[in-house]
């Protein structure tokens, strides 16, 4: 069945520092692909999406491209902020507007 | 975007008692809500799909009996854990989508089950 594999955490980096968060899936078909953002105490929140291959996602300067080649939708930031410290988790579309989650990824940023 | 909000956020409760978490859309209407389950350190499980004046339909090997989920309006899904035990501990989220076909997430109930 369908299913995400992302990097395990925790993540942790500097301010200002690269961030990559690797993120692998197995589809049957042609899925979309979505990483949401899970801050401290709060609800998940779709960060970013791509609906075929090729598409970029990007937000808060945040982006992750949908390589169909590689089955891959990694996520990068060229300079983090403490803010940005939360919990990543990549997905992709199931039957219906399910979701299949990876594990989930914490970003831990240090002033 | 839209709001969906789940009530409690946190609930314990006595092994063998029954617990009910509320899930609402509160400026949209959601014909389909989404029961997912999150264990410490572990992905979001999609337990159920709830289904605005359908019986929900459930993923193998969640038991329905144990996990009651109830659509009767636009705006309110719950999920009722019956019987509770200590290894129903979790992280309880529902989600909801709009015509659009973005989902969000409610903040999430924490049940403990002592």
């Known amino acids: 069945g369908d299913s995400v594999t992302q990097m395990e955490g925790p993540v942790t980096l500097s301010e200002e520092a690269f961030l990559t968060i690797n993120c692998t899936y197995t589809?049957?078909?042609?899925?979309?692909l979505f990483w949401y953002v899970q801050y401290p105490g709060e609800g998940l929140q779709l960060l970013l999406k791509a609906t075929k291959a090729d598409d970029k996602g990007s937000n808060k300067g945040f982006e992750a491209t949908y390589r169909k080649e590689t089955t891959s939708f990694h996520l990068e930031k060229g300079s983090v902020q403490v803010s940005d410290s939360a919990v990543y988790f990549c997905a992709l579309s199931g039957s219906g507007y399910a979701l299949n989650f990876g594990k989930g990824t914490s970003l831990l940023v240090t002033p | 975007g839209a709001v969906v909000s789940q009530h409690p956020s946190w609930v314990i409760c006595k092994s063998g008692t029954s617990v009910k978490i509320e899930c609402r859309s509160l400026?949209?209407?959601?014909?389909?809500m989404f029961w997912y389950r999150q264990f410490p350190k572990q992905s979001l499980m999609l337990m159920a799909t709830?289904?605005?004046?359908?019986?929900?339909?459930?993923e193998q090997g969640v038991e329905k009996d144990k996990f009651l989920i109830n659509h009767a309006s636009l705006t309110l899904s719950t999920l009722t854990v019956t019987s509770a035990h200590p290894e129903d501990s979790s992280f309880y989220i529902c989600?909801?989508?709009?015509?659009?076909?973005?989902?969000?997430f409610g903040e999430g109930s924490r049940l403990t089950v002592l």
């Open positions: 589809a049957t078909g042609y899925p979309s």
């Open positions: 400026d949209f209407q959601a014909t389909t």
């Open positions: 709830s289904n605005e004046g359908s019986k929900a339909t459930y």
């Open positions: 989600s909801a989508n709009v015509n659009t076909g973005e989902l969000f």
